[in-house]
Nanobody, 123 residues
């Protein structure tokens, strides 16, 4: 079983930046694709970004393309989400997740999830 711990959330003004981190406890981290998802109050969980095990393939939701960047450091079992030009509509709880396979957008394909970290963007 993989345990994931997210960090880096917080309160930021619109136009600001945050970097989220997600660290996995399992040593086979480098074999997993990683994804970031988010859920705003009253809304369903939605895909944000995903990265392949080697980092060569990335996927982004249209709403974050050009503003967010996903990356990973397999030596540290950590995946990052750099969020720039934040907007109030980015406010949500952000979750990281892992799957053994390609970095797909469906949350149903991900087996293990972190506890989430709150991101709040003020206008």
């Amino acid at each position: 079983q993989v345990q994931l711990v997210e960090s880096g959330g917080g309160l930021v003004q619109a136009g600001g930046s945050l970097r989220l981190s997600c660290t996995a406890t399992q040593s086979t981290f480098s074999t997993y694709a990683m994804g970031w998802f988010r859920q705003a109050p009253g809304k369903e969980r939605e895909f944000v970004a995903a990265i392949s095990w080697g980092g060569r393939t990335t996927n982004y939701a249209d709403s974050v393309k050009g503003r967010f960047t996903i990356s990973r450091d397999n030596a540290k079992n950590t995946v990052f989400l750099q969020m720039n030009s934040l907007k109030p509509e980015d406010t949500a709880v952000y979750y990281c997740a892992v799957r053994y396979g390609s970095p797909v957008v469906s949350d149903r394909a991900y087996a293990y999830w972190g506890q989430g970290t709150q991101v709040t963007v003020s206008s």
